[in-house]
């Protein structure tokens, strides 16, 4: 399972790269490994405010449809719209092509609520089955 470093996770297992005051989200590869093949991403609308915790995007694959939740507040400042004609990067590349939007973080203290890579990797081996 591939797990960077340089990101932060939530239990809902969504990243967060952030750059500043702005982060990538995306979702994890144990969530698109958990999805199967994705089938479409339904992007947020560019400038719509986000609360940590809250739907940001939906997700439809062969096996589900689920919500992707914002790991932190915000505005939606980008959207990854490569993911409308080719949902299927998600699979393929979840850390880097397939991003689903990018965020203008609005309290960056949210942060604390989140999980390193060592705090993730663990938090899913306590999930296991």
């Not at 994890?28 to 995007?57: R, W």
């Not at 949210?110 to 990797?121: F, G, H, I, V, W």
Request: avoid cysteine.
């Amino acid at each position: 399972m591939n797990i960077p470093d340089d990101l932060l996770y939530t239990k809902e297992h969504e990243w967060i790269k952030i750059e500043g005051n702005k982060g990538a989200v995306g979702i994890t590869d144990y969530a698109q490994s958990h999805l199967g093949d994705v089938t479409y991403v339904e992007l947020p609308e560019k400038g719509k405010s986000v609360k940590q915790s809250e739907a940001l995007a939906a997700i439809d694959s062969v096996k589900a449809a689920s919500d992707i939740y914002a790991p932190m507040s915000g505005t939606v400042s980008e959207v990854n719209e490569g993911l409308e004609s080719a949902p299927e990067s998600v699979n393929k590349d979840p850390y880097g092509a397939g991003w689903i939007a990018k965020i203008d973080i609005k309290d960056a203290e949210e942060k604390k609520n989140l999980m390193d890579s060592k705090a993730y990797k663990q938090y899913l081996e306590s999930i296991k089955e």
